[in-house]
């Protein structure tokens, strides 16, 4: 059964930073997709920053020079380095993998996800 674990949200002033983790486990081969996503309450789940299996990465335009995805292969590890935080970064995030293709942005074509893990930024 696959797993994905989010942890290292927390609370932070603006301006500073927070580095998640994402442990996935459970699954026997691999994903060509994984990515970050963020959902604020009211509000569609959006496509934050995203790394498929030939290692290109992708970002939202709001996050752009300020996070930073990259991933541990050998351990099954995704992370998300957000830097320079403000408020609207404010959300849940969740941790999330296809087996498939393309769109590695798109919250919709996602298969597995995890339980997510609080980013509050505050003034």
């Known amino acids: 059964q696959v797993q994905l674990v989010e942890s290292g949200g927390g609370s932070v002033q603006a301006g500073g930073s927070l580095r998640l983790s994402c442990a996935a486990s459970?699954?026997?081969?691999?994903?060509?997709?994984m990515g970050w996503f963020r959902q604020a309450p009211g509000k569609e789940r959006e496509g934050v920053a995203s790394i498929d299996n030939d290692a290109r990465l992708s970002y939202a335009d709001s996050v752009k020079g300020r996070f930073t995805i990259s991933r541990d292969e050998g351990k099954n590890t995704l992370f998300l380095q957000m830097d320079s935080l403000s408020p609207d970064d404010t959300a849940m995030y969740y941790c999330?993998?296809?087996?498939?293709?393309?769109?590695?942005?798109?919250?919709?074509?996602?298969?597995?996800w995890g339980q997510g893990t609080q980013v509050t930024v505050s003034s």
């Open positions: 999330a993998a296809k087996p498939r293709n393309g769109l590695c942005l798109r919250a919709s074509l996602y298969n597995y």
């Open positions: 459970g699954f026997t081969y691999g994903f060509y997709c």
